[in-house]
């Protein structure tokens, strides 16, 4: 009776959080012995309401990466401010070769967004936002700065909550 209760509690906590496979990568190495393939998992875990993280898993079988990467976005979580279901104010951000321009949006305009930048903010909870990728075409590097621009979004919210 006890272990149903444990699976059931685990479950529940699994489905909590929301899911998305960005990147999945197939990966090869030179070696002595010829080639080594592995894969590289680019997942987005969200709670859709206001946290979100991001990993990168890296594993010889498909499954195994993207379980890897799912469970290093939950580790890395990221508290996000949403307020009318978009962000408080607008963000810029350069993050290596990626620029993200996150703009809040009225209710009833939607996600606005790219691929990387869509399933970032999607997985937070974000219904309304408009967004512009100007750097790099590169997935990870879109989610890696999205997620950045969110946090210190977030940091910038809360010290001016601070002040007043």
């Given at each position: 009776m006890k272990d149903t209760n444990i699976t059931a509690q685990i479950d529940r906590k699994q489905e909590e959080?929301?899911?998305?496979?960005?990147?999945?990568?197939?990966?090869?190495?030179?070696?002595?012995?010829?080639?080594?393939?592995?894969?590289?998992?680019?997942?987005?875990?969200?709670?859709?309401k206001g946290k979100v993280g991001v990993g990168l898993g890296k594993a010889p079988d498909?499954?195994?990466?993207?379980?890897?990467?799912?469970?290093?976005?939950?580790?890395n979580m990221v508290e996000i401010p949403i307020i009318n279901g978009t962000i408080p104010f607008e963000f810029n951000i350069k993050l290596g070769a990626a620029k993200v321009l996150l703009k809040p949006a009225p209710p009833g305009s939607g996600v606005i967004a790219g691929g990387a930048v869509r399933?970032?903010?999607?997985?937070?909870g974000i219904h309304n936002i408009s967004s512009k990728v100007l750097g790099t075409k590169n997935q990870a590097s879109n989610v890696y700065a999205t997620i950045e621009a969110l946090r210190l979004l977030s940091l910038r919210y809360k010290r001016e909550q601070e002040r007043k």
């Open positions: 959080y929301e899911e998305k496979i960005v990147q999945v990568n197939r990966v090869s190495k030179k070696t002595k012995g010829g080639n080594k393939i592995g894969f590289s998992a680019l997942a987005v875990v969200g709670d859709g498909v499954s195994s990466a993207i379980r890897k990467g799912v469970s290093i976005a939950k580790k399933s970032v903010v999607t997985a937070a």
